[in-house]
């Protein structure tokens, strides 16, 4: 399967992978609030549709 050393690389690399994403997520935090400002309720329809969606299928078994 996979030696030690690769399974420490892939776990070095994940840690890594995720804090750069943090910080870089941080670093543009202010400009997310200018351009994303109704991103929330673009999310909340989503989810609604696929509520729907869901409550069809199970309705109409």
């Known amino acids: 399967m996979f030696s030690k050393?690769?399974?420490?690389?892939g776990v070095?690399?994940?840690i890594a992978f995720i804090l750069v994403l943090v910080r870089m997520y941080r670093k543009d935090l202010n400009l997310h609030k200018v351009h994303f400002k109704g991103v929330l309720w673009v999310l909340l329809a989503f989810l609604g549709f696929i509520g729907m969606i869901v409550a069809i299928k199970v309705i109409f078994k």
């Open 5 to 9: 050393g690769q399974i420490v690389f």
């Open 12 to 14: 070095l690399f994940a």
